[in-house]
């Protein structure tokens, strides 16, 4: 073979294995832009192909995912988008819903923004719920601890009733100081024992009397 012909074979080669390398770079890197995109679900991965964030309709939101394992979806019935840490397991999330029943009756309506501790349950959730069984918003703080019962500690916001309500707990759960503001502007703040049973009461428009 010439030396021309080594020449030319070699340059081709090496062209070729450059748009190898170039195309492959491109494809790995490549960003495309949408104007609109209609889907049902997007999965967000880790390079190692850990879930990190699904978003969903409520047909395709999974439950609850534990280390990559997703359990049974039990009473999720809201589409959303839910978080998940480092291991794969979901850690919070943002879900929204809601509907008329067969009988025209409002169910599942509201959301909630939620955040988890590590390998527990959530310690923080905003949420406002409105359909025929419940109509409350507010912020509720728990204590969640690993294969125990989660513990309410404070709660703000406004109940069935229309009540502005701060409510703040014990470390067991139950009830100790009660802040309520009803519909007809009267204040009332509550003292309560570890039996749930009101010691004081601090009422009126001016804070002073108490009983």
Do not use: C
């Not at 770079?25 to 699904?54: C, W, Y």
């Not at 139950?174 to 007809?184: A, F, G, L, T």
């Amino acid at each position: 073979m010439s030396v021309n012909r080594i020449l030319v074979v070699y340059s081709g080669v090496l062209t070729a294995a450059i748009a190898v390398v170039l195309l492959s770079g491109f494809t790995k890197h490549a960003s495309t832009s949408f104007d609109e995109i209609d889907v049902q679900r997007i999965n967000i991965r880790e390079p190692d192909g850990t879930l990190r964030m699904v978003v969903a309709n409520s047909a395709r939101l999974p439950g609850v995912i534990v280390k990559g394992t997703e359990q049974p979806k039990v009473d999720r019935p809201q589409a959303g988008m839910i978080f998940l840490n480092d291991e794969g397991s979901e850690n919070g999330g943002l879900i929204f819903g809601g509907k008329r029943n067969d009988k025209g009756e409002v169910v599942d309506a509201g959301g909630s923004l939620s955040f988890d501790r590590y390998n527990a349950n959530q310690v923080v959730q905003l949420i406002g719920v409105d359909d025929k069984d419940s109509h409350f918003a507010g912020l509720s703080v728990t204590d969640s601890v690993e294969h125990a019962r989660n513990k309410q500690r404070i709660w703000v916001g406004r109940d069935d009733d229309g009540t502005a309500t701060l409510s703040m707990r014990d470390g067991a759960g139950r009830e100790r100081i009660q802040v309520k503001v009803p519909s007809d502007g009267t204040p009332v703040i509550n003292f309560l024992d570890g039996n749930g049973k009101v010691q004081k009461t601090i009422a009126g428009a001016d804070s002073a009397s108490s009983r």
